[in-house]
Each structure stands twice: as structure tokens, then as C-alpha cells.
């Protein structure tokens, strides 16, 4: 994982991360509105 497409592999990660945490922020506030 440590290589030059690291870079790539961190946006990426990040990319992930936040689609995931948006999705969740996302169902808590459907939730919550429920």
C-alpha cells in the first residue's frame, strides 16, 4: 500500500469515507424525522 499510488489510495479512501459517513448522516437524520 506504500507506493507512489498512494496518493491515489488516500483520495480514494477519503472518497469512501465520506460517501459512508454522508449515507449515514443521511439514514439518522431520515430517522430522526420519522
Known sequence: MM???MGLD???ARATL???IG???V???A???R
Do not use: P
Open 10 to 12: 488516500v483520495a480514494a
Open 18 to 20: 465520506a460517501r459512508t
Open 23 to 25: 449515507a449515514l448522516l
Open 3 to 5: 507506493r507512489d499510488a
Open 27 to 29: 439514514d439518522a437524520i
Open 31 to 33: 430517522a430522526g424525522l
